[in-house]
């Protein structure tokens, strides 16, 4: 069936802030009950898990209890800012989760690398399913979102989007590199793992989502929309025409830029509408959160209110999907070994790596842990209140929420045994509500269970292979 | 956007009459055309594009000091502007500054330096925000109506005055691409003309030249073409712009200025000589000495701390004013900061280190015997802190990585949490006790012993540079402070690691080669050894002048050639 494409800018004409368009309704007719897309959703938390009785719920199967990590899944709590209902039901928890490590000082296929028991050696098998055989958190193969968006969101206004909450790193370069603020990896026109950027700042993710369209009768703003359009010609000739006079390899360098304009372009001409009313122009978040150590009135080490951007990027991920603007989105909440403050939360004066090392016992562990399913809870909640289609947004949604490490065992935070992730939505026949014992699996396996929810087809990813039984009726 | 005129650069900052005729000076020497001349600019050029179409049917033969074996150049991958490049050259080019809104584009990672060639990856975020940030900027000089004809070189008649257009597209081009443009570029601007047809209004066309120029990646980018050298595949000599380029960005993080444009079309770039004394001048200026503590910033670990942003800033001033006296009032070596007797500092500053008789800004004799140099400044104490207190392995990995440039080994295969700080025995444990064991378990003990004794002989200052006897809330432990540079000699303090490092054979190195790093863009490889060497000895010479090492830097032929490829792939 041919997808009838409409100028962006055209059908979120005339939007005031939060506002139904009513364009929308008619273009939805237009466009003809197509039913409602998948959609993708990655939730990184940078941090290990408490020790088992602050996060593995007693029962397996429904009407689990929530345990202390969780507690934010109930909502309902206006004194700890939980403004969202219960969403248990709709979220199931699998516990039991491993990357192997080594086996005589090799890695053994999805699992990680023999250098300590680094933090960032977790990173590839658990987003790309390729072990990892050094302590440096750059997969060894594409992330689960690229196959996911390269099938299923490749005619998106986006492709897909990347955001990270978390800052800054807030701590000296380790030697390790950038990598462990990035958890979306795409093979480049070499053949070499590069990573896909994140957006930081939610106040320009909300401009790139949402401004720059076209009111009706707005001549002015008609004139910027044939200016940019010229623009961009330029600068897409221009590129073209350096990479026919540089070397082969800067050439290589400069396609990621030049497809990068490519998509921009499509983006300012057109997308495929919206398959629901749900769409409208969020109000803008307003200037990001400061870093605090640039303001006078506190002295917090490693903040920039990351509560407040975890939500407003949540938002816009649930608009995004709403408008259909894409169809995969990853959301890191936190550094891999992140060092953000957890002061602002628990009122301990340290960082999330230090409170698994000594500077918090286990109970901050686990609220740490559950300041990171708040935003889970949150979106999925804004998820189920969205109608689509005969039910709610929730039904053609697969999130996965991973952590970079396992469940704490003997005090030691490093474990990549007993792992867990929680999966929210129902696409593709996905159960929701139930905790599930799964020894033996790989959080991969999980991965792949979404990633055949939202109809990308695959036994594996990377080196792991199969559906995690029992999350979904296939 | 940004308040505009208070921020304009240096070269745009003395308006009068004549001085904006200055800008279109380089307009001028290139295309003998008049200020005003639109008509003459235009048909200058495509005539001297030596940067726009750079033809393999000539070459030239290479300098009498090209090394025998090319590889020792290193390769030249092709480099993006760094956002804070971005962000200088958009004001010197327009006068606008975009820095706030860059904090909202993806940042540069530093690795230490921020503008790593290999960490730069085109992302939807970093392109379209140069799209948003480019397009208004556009508008605010439009409408801003001295940025407006200072930018613009003539008046237009109406909106189909395509002369005066063209006039303009040739200026703009030219300071964007930091080159002549050929008459190609120059003809795919034009087609903005159209809109200001379409529009009638000529200032639609212009912002979208300045929209596009401002994001368009022969701007971005450092592009180096260079001419091909007789008999060397792969080796290609930089042309004059390109060479204007590389002295701008590592001088001044900037484009050129105008002098080095005209240094440039008078052929006084294509000597050594030439090089070198338009270096000198840059070096001698504002933006030149800006450039050296924006280098020693990032390499020192200072550029960002974790302290309120007064604090921070008296912090920095301290070892800004330092680097200033040394390098460039007394023209001294680089290793006198090491040994410094006196420091600048603020009341704020002088309160927080405890001393308590300052109460004016300005220099003070250390009377503590410990304290020596920028090695005792809180900028440089501030890295290496951890689990809430400094960490003797987190500072003895700086020392090492960031002074030595020592390469130390992550921990492999052993049985503990790396990560953690050490096992007390007990919990009434002093510091020194708790690292017992990377003293004790050779396996521990066999990287430690060059980690922990020099984090060690810092533990009498704290994270912020304090000075202190005991541990933080432990007066039961006493900090005795002494440690040892493995291989070199016992010390406790600041003072007398810097009489170490001061004659250390590894420092030196360290010091070209991060700046050599800083210049090039990327790690050096391994190869690359020799020219390193050959810097050492140059800027030995020159009694260990800064100064000297970056004009070394400059003249050497790594600077003057490039050699495709050769990043591997």
Redesign the interface.
Known sequence: MRTKRLRRRTFLAGAGATVGLPLLQTMQAQAGGQPAPSRFLVIFCGTSLPPEDSFVPATTGAGYELTRSLRPLAGNDADAGWSWGDVSDEISVVTGLTIPRPVDGESVPGGRASDGDWHSSTMSPLLSGVRAVDAGPRPRGETADILVARSISKDSCFESLNYRAQFEKYRDDDGLGPDDGRISFSYDASGDIVPNIPVVSPEFAHQQLFTGFVPPGDDGALRRLERDRSVLDIVRDSTASLMGRVGAEDRLRLERHFDEIRALEQRIDGLTPPVGGNCSVLSPPGPDPELATNRSDDGLIGWADETSRARSLADLVHMAFACDLTRVATLQLTFSQSFMSVEPFLGIQADLHEIGHGAGDENDVADGVAWHVETLAYLVDKFRSTPEGSGTMLDNVAIVFVAEGGMMIDGDPHTSQNMAALVAGRAGGLLPGQHLSADGYHPANVVISAMNAVGVPTEVLGEVEGELPGLRNA | MANKFPHLPAPLGVLSPASICGWAAVGLLLFSAGCYSGVGAAQGIGETDSGG??SDTSSVPPDDDFPEDPAVLGPS??RRLSLAEYRATVLDLTGVDVGPEL?????D????FDNDAL?Q?????????L??I??SVAQSVVEDPNLRSLILGCEPTGPDDEACFRTFVGRFLFRAYRRPPSS??VD??M??E??AQ??QAFD?AV??VI??AL????ML?R?E?GTPVTGLSGVRALDEWELASRLSYLLYGSMPDDSLFAAADAGDLDTVDGLEAAAIRMLDTEQGRAQVQRFHAQWL?YES??????L?DAMRAETETLIEETLFESEDSWFAMLSARRTWVTPELAAHYGMSEQVEEGWVEYQDPQRAGILSHATVLS??SK??DTSPV?RG??VR?RLLCDE?P?????DV?????PEAQSEDACKLERYERHREDPTCAACHVYLDPVGFGLEGFDAAGRKRLHEPDRPDCPIDGLGELNGVGDFSGPAELGQHLQVSPDLEDCLVRHTYRFAVGREPTNIETATIEELKKLTQDQGWRFDALLLAIVKSPSFRYRV????G?
């Not at chain 2, 990856?121 to 925000?129: H, K, W």
């Not at chain 2, 994001?215 to 022969?218: A, E, L, T, Y």
């Not at chain 2, 495709?564 to 990043?567: H, L, R, S, V, Y």
């Open positions: 179409e750079a991958p092709l904090g909202l584009l993806p940042s990672p530093r690795t230490p960490e990856f085109a992302s939807p975020g970093l392109i379209e925000g799209h948003v480019a397009t190609a570029e795919r601007y087609e903005a159209t809109i379409d529009q639609a912002q979208v929209a596009a994001q368009d990646p022969s980018h592009v073409i670990g701390m974790p302290h309120l942003a007064s921070g890295n290496g689990f809430g987190q990995l700086f990585r130390i992550l921990p492999t295969d052993v949490d790396v990560d953690a700080p495709e490829g050769g990043m792939g």
